[in-house]
């Protein structure tokens, strides 16, 4: 039995496969009791959708009961046991499942599948550090990573392939800023065999769907180093707009002077990039 979880409007569901039944479960854990939270799909696609919907449902029936929602769907409303202010992202450690890929929350229980695709010197060229000596290089990334998230800096994920069961890359949220409602999606890398695939593609739709969607993000921002000019076409494809250079940004690892382009999306912006991102998807 696989379990993952997913999030919808501040709503959590539990998901699980049961390999007798084929088919996915899933249940929306903090909703009041009383409402049929109970949920069902053959696929992956298919099941989100079903969760949106039972989310909708469940909200539905506390404005007809009169009954405040566990939990505050984005906005202004405020339920009596809520303990942050709705106007404030909370973005928190959450699993994001797609049809292809899988992003968890790094740990060091992914530690030997990312040495195992992160020790190609290829995919750091533009990345803040070089590529992983060994494992225990990789173990001390990681254990750097689970500190930001700690200290709520950053959230790093591990990057898993769908039947494969095993990390292939990671990606992150970084510079969080929860007051303003904004943040920046980057320290992006995948093993050789997976880039230039519909991986990258999945992962920022999933990203910039669970900061918009769910987290109600007014701004998401990608970067990358001037002299990556792959990496500049991939995020102006999606529909991202070129912001401005950041000269003399930083030193890189490798002594390069990088200056960093910076682009964004913006939540009025975010249904036309969405919409595009779901035809790469479909294509």
């Known amino acids: 039995m696989m379990e993952c979880m997913m999030e919808y409007k501040g709503y959590i569901a539990a998901v699980a496969y049961n ?31 079903e969760f949106e919907i039972s989310v909708e449902d469940y909200l539905d029936w506390c404005r007809e009961d009169g009954v405040e929602p566990t939990r505050p ?54 990345l803040p550090r070089p590529a992983f000596a060994d494992l ?6 990681i254990e750097s990573c689970v500190a930001a998230r700690e200290a709520g800096t950053t959230i790093q994920f591990a990057v898993m392939h769908g039947l494969e069961e095993r990390a292939i890359g990671s990606t992150g949220y970084l510079d969080i800023d929860r007051p303003n409602r904004a943040l920046e999606i980057g320290m992006t890398w995948y093993g050789v065999d997976y880039q230039r695939t519909s991986v990258n593609t999945e992962c920022k739709y999933l990203m910039l769907r669970h900061a918009f969607d769910d987290l109600g993000a007014l701004r998401v921002c990608l970067k990358t180093d001037h002299r990556n000019e792959r990496s500049q076409r991939a995020i102006e494809r999606i529909g ?28 009025t912006e ?13 294509s």
């Open 240 to 267: 991202a707009v070129r912001d401005g250079v950041l000269r003399n940004h930083r030193i890189a690892w490798d002594g390069a002077n990088r200056h960093s382009v910076y682009y964004s999306i913006i939540d």
């Open 19 to 49: 390999d007798a039944a084929q088919a996915l479960f899933g249940t929306v854990v903090n909703a009041r009791p009383g409402f049929s939270a109970v949920f069902e799909a053959t696929d992956v696609k298919q099941l989100r959708k």
């Open 136 to 141: 225990d290089d990789a173990r001390a990334w």
């Open 73 to 126: 769907y984005y906005g202004k409303l405020q339920s009596p046991d809520a303990t942050h202010d709705a106007d404030i992202m909370d973005l928190q450690p959450v699993i994001l499942v797609g049809e292809h890929v899988r992003l968890e929350p790094i740990g060091q229980q992914h530690a030997r599948d990312l040495y195992a695709v992160g020790k190609d010197e290829s995919i750091w060229r533009y």
């Open 270 to 282: 975010w249904p036309g990039v969405k919409d595009r991102l779901e035809k790469m998807l479909r």
